[in-house]
Every structure is written in C-alpha cells, then in structure tokens.
C-alpha cells in the first residue's frame, strides 16, 4: 500500500516497525534494512512501513547541491514495494517539513500517525530542523514515548559501504558494469522515442532517439545495452553524448536496436546498461563514423550474447529468496 501524504485525523496505522530514509537506488544494503523491517515486523506481530520523502529533499534545501537522482520516484516506488514492505509513505517534503522539530516529528508523525512500535535506522541518519535529531536522541525519545530504536551499522560489500553516492560516482564515470554488486541488478533507463535528424538511418544505423526520464546519466560515451521494446528484450548500442562529428551542441541520447525493423515513434523503451564501450569521438568523416559503429556492434554482440539483465532481486534472511530476470 502506498500514500502520498500522511492521512489527516486518527492513526491509520498500529503497530508498525518503520525506518526512514531517501532510499534513492533502492541498492541492496537498502534491500537488507527492509528486510530486517520485515523481519522485526514479523516478530512484533505488526506491519512494515518505509518513510521517505518527495522531493529529495536536497531539491528543498539547496536546489544547486541536489544530486542527479537514481531512481525516478515511480520506479523508486515500485522497487519498495517489491521488497515485501506492507505500507509505503511518501511524505511531501516541503520548507515547513524543514522547518520541523526533530521531537514534533517524532511525536506527531512517528508516533501519532504511524504508530511505531520498532524504528530501525542508519548509524548516521539525522532528521529534524537543522538535523538536530541524531540516533542518540531517537533512543531517548524510543524510550520515553515506548518504541524500540535499533540503530544499524555500516552495510557493506567487503570493505566497501553500500552508498547511493559511491553508485552515482561510478554511473557518472560510466562505470555501469561496477554498480551491479552494489545495485544488485543492471542500472536501467526508460525514455520516449523521438524523431532525430534521421543521420544514423543515413550511414546504415539507424537509431531511437531518447527523452529519457529524469534521473542520473552515464558520462558520454558509447555503451552496449540491452532494450526492452514491445515487452520483447533485444541487444543495441547506446550513444550518450553531442555528436561530435555533426558539430551539435544537445545532448542526445540515443540507442541503435540489433535486428530490428519498424518505427516505435512515441513509443517508450528500457535500456540496461551492460559494459561501456568507448568515449565519444569527433571523426573526420560519416564513413569513418559508419566503421566505428560497425566495430561497436561487433563488440556488443559479443558482450551481450550470453549476458542475461537482472532487473530485481528480493533477498529475504539473509539468502536470495526469489529473482526476477529478463533473459536476452
């Protein structure tokens, strides 16, 4: 069950283990805190409930500071929920949100609205009017108010913490193939096919020009992706970049589907990314443009023949309990 607000008047909830965040990536040290809400909602006899926010709240407080987003928040949505969460509340967030004491949130939202019994957090989540409340004072307010704090330690593969901010570093490298382990899946794009300037079609590759939906984006480059189109999954090579060559100053995304025949105008398509090819080159020609393509599809057939995409794993106590695949 999702909200888009907290409900007004009496609790709607009892009983509830909660924990709080952004949860931008939906990556698999956010899977496991789910899992432990799962868990200890199990064992309290009560239900699970994710808080989050919308915007991210970085949009709120320092528009300039905000980071490009992982996830658009319907994707970010349908991942919580896959992870088995009873109850998902996307609380607007707005300057009189900021404005909020950290006890009024607490009391009001925490414990009025959502009926906590269990808060399981972050070592370093803090909240409230200028982050006032850290996990020092979310343990004396647990027990004043009656409900259990656990506080988390670090999550991490081997040596390396599980962070939005460390997977939206390698993306922006166009590092695609790194952020896997730390996703655990492959980092997707949706977008609207448009019309182009019709130049791939030209030198015999022709493409699907992009709206893509707003959130982060690989650096510029050339990538072997798979692209799911009419419920049907097929190789294709993804360019991301200003089209050197053709001097154009937008930054186009676009992605050239193998074996693939028709018009999709108007159409939306999801791109996995796989592996990154190469940067974007100025050549001197369209002929020398035309060689290194074929040279690009050429390498991506090879990668992505055996490669199948992983679009959602769900990892219940502690082992891979179901997974759900798109086989190309």
Do not use: W
Not at 12 to 34: A, P
Not at 69 to 83: C, D, H, P, V, W
Not at 210 to 224: M, N, Q, R, S
Request: net charge neutral; charged share 25%.
């Amino acid at each position: 069950m999702v909200f888009h607000d907290l409900p007004e008047g009496a609790a709607s909830f009892s009983r509830t283990v909660v924990t709080i965040g952004n949860f931008d990536g939906v990556h698999l040290g956010h899977r496991e805190i789910f899992r432990r809400v799962v868990q200890a909602a199990r064992d309290q006899g009560g239900s699970s409930a994710v808080l989050t926010f919308i915007p991210h709240p970085m949009q709120v407080l320092a528009p300039h500071r905000a980071p490009r987003l992982l996830n658009t928040y319907a994707e970010k949505e349908r991942l919580i929920e896959a992870s088995r969460i009873d109850t998902l509340v996307c609380l607007p967030f707005t300057a009189e949100t900021a404005r909020m004491p950290a006890d009024l949130f607490i009391e009001e939202v925490l414990a009025a609205q959502l009926g906590v019994v269990h808060l399981i957090v972050g070592y370093d989540y803090r909240f409230g009017k200028g982050r006032e409340g850290d996990t020092a004072f979310l343990l004396e307010k647990g027990q004043k108010l009656g409900f259990g704090v656990e506080i988390l330690k670090p999550i991490a593969r081997g040596d390396q913490i599980y962070s939005s901010t460390l997977i939206r570093k390698l993306i922006a490298e166009g590092k695609v193939d790194a952020v896997i382990p730390y996703l655990g899946r492959n980092f997707k794009l949706e977008g609207r096919v448009r019309h182009g300037y019709g130049r791939g079609r030209r030198i015999g590759y022709p493409t699907a020009n992009l709206i893509p939906d707003p959130k982060i984006l690989p650096c510029p480059g050339v990538y072997a992706v798979k692209v799911r189109c009419r419920d049907r999954i097929h190789d294709g090579v993804l360019s991301i970049g200003y089209n050197p060559t053709f001097s154009q100053n937008e930054l186009s995304v676009e992605v050239h589907i193998l074996d693939f025949a028709g018009s999709i105008y108007e159409e939306k398509v999801v791109l996995f990314f796989v592996a990154r090819l190469r940067d974007e080159v100025l050549f001197r020609s369209e002929e020398e443009l035309r060689l290194a393509i074929g040279g690009d599809v050429a390498q991506a057939r090879e990668i992505l023949k055996d490669q199948r995409v992983i679009e959602y794993r769900e990892y219940l106590n502690g082992v891979l309990a179901a997974e759900k695949e798109c086989l190309g």
